[in-house]
């Protein structure tokens, strides 16, 4: 048998790859990346070109829409930082009358509970978080970290799911730079699985899953894409979409209310270099959805959870050809065309001076930029 290790042999091959976390298997077919497209040309996703837009309903001192809970319309504050308000088209609603149905173990249902909010990152409608200043963006951390803090000391709030969509192409309603927050009263499915993953990897090997996986990555240093003190962003091994990154804390800790006031610098310095190397990647705002994974907020300590995010961009080739999740992947299982190895090496050196400031020339540093951490 093949050294299965060696990915310069895995790179012309078809093989397999386990996802630990999830425990699921990935398609990876190098060999296939010649094919020829004459399919779909996404649209790309420009950014947004006014500082301040009358319409927009997340923008400072503007109407928001309809509300479907009922009420008055609400109007933003005239905010100049970071602004978090509740969803007016939440999804969950914190008081869900109470059901329970169980017919044969076939029609089953239950309540849900929850708490949906919105966090504006800017004041400025035009920015994403690669055009932020590590300031604003040490900001963003804080109040997810508060959020994370006082949602999660809620009795029935047992999961915190922090995430951003960005671009149209992953569904964001609004270039405006934002993300939402969803609590709720039950353990989601991806969490559940990764939880049980990393608990039963403790058990079994008496240290944590992610802190193991990263050592490996460090020591082989073929996926990793930049990291600081505090912070590794990798293409894991195991990656579906194409550019698809895993942000790994350094130190074991299990959730944003467990950071140092460094490390939180250092979250708002990796966010911002990640997004930047997408950015430069096909010269776009380039899309994706990340989010975070940390632990339930039922009471229990977690020890097997260990902090991360995933970043999931649906870009194959550039900034117009995506990557769809049919076929194969509706109904078998998820496939890969370029390697990890090949797509991390593309995304590192896709560089970390944003293309429009590469473009302006050399700028001074901007007013309230952080010195970045060393690498
Ligand atoms: P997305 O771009 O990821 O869809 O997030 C925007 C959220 O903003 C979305 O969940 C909410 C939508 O329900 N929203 C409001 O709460 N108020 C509004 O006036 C419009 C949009
Ligand atoms: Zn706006």
């Not at 093949?2 to 990915?7: C, G, I, P, Q, T």
């Not at 047992?158 to 353990?187: D, T, V, Y």
């Not at 460090?218 to 194409?242: H, I, T």
Request: glycine share 4%; net charge negative; aromatic share 10%.
């Amino acid at each position: 048998m093949k050294n299965l290790a060696d990915s310069s042999y895995l790179a012309h091959t078809p093989h397999r790859r386990f996802n630990p976390l999830m425990r699921e298997w990935v398609l990876v077919s190098p060999h296939r990346t010649q094919r020829p497209w004459q399919g779909k040309i996404a649209d790309t996703t420009p950014a947004a070109a006014l500082q301040y837009d009358p319409s927009c309903y997340l923008c400072p001192g503007n109407e928001r829409a309809r509300s479907l809970v009922g009420g008055a319309v609400a109007r933003n504050p005239a905010y100049t930082s970071t602004f978090v308000f509740d969803n007016d088209y939440a999804a969950l609603l914190p008081a869900a009358p109470q059901i329970a149905v169980d017919e044969a173990g076939l029609l089953v249902a239950r309540a849900e509970s929850g708490i949906c909010r919105v966090v504006c990152f800017s004041p400025r409608h035009d920015l994403t978080i690669p055009r932020m200043s590590l300031l604003e963006l040490c900001i963003v951390v804080d109040v997810w970290a508060e959020q994370f803090a006082s949602l999660g000391s809620l009795d029935w709030v047992k999961h915190i799911q922090i995430f951003e969509n960005r671009g149209a192409l992953m569904g964001a309603s609004n270039p405006h730079p934002h993300c939402q927050i969803w609590a709720n009263a039950s353990l989601p499915n991806i969490p559940e699985r990764e939880v049980a993953a990393q608990a039963e990897y403790r058990a079994e090997k008496h240290s944590c899953l992610l802190c193991d996986y990263l050592a490996l990555e460090q020591k082989r240093n073929e996926r990793v894409v930049c990291q600081n003190d505090s912070f590794a962003a990798l293409v894991p091994y195991w990656a579906v979409w194409p550019f698809e990154v895993l942000l790994v804390s350094k130190r074991h800790f299990s959730a944003i209310d467990e950071m140092s006031s460094g490390e939180r610098d250092h979250l708002a310095d990796i966010l911002r270099r990640v997004t930047t190397h997408y950015d430069n990647l096909f010269l776009t705002s380039f899309p994706y959805s990340m989010g975070f994974h940390q632990r339930p907020t039922d009471g229990n300590a977690h020890p097997e959870c260990h902090f991360h995010a995933h970043y999931f961009p649906p870009l194959l080739r550039s900034a117009t050809v995506q990557k769809f999740m049919v076929g194969y992947e509706m109904l078998a299982g998820p496939q890969r065309d370029i390697t990890p190895e090949t797509a991390a090496e593309q995304l590192r050196a896709a560089g970390e001076i944003h293309y429009l400031d590469a473009a302006a020339g050399p700028s001074p540093v901007p007013q309230n930029s952080k010195q970045e951490p060393s690498a």
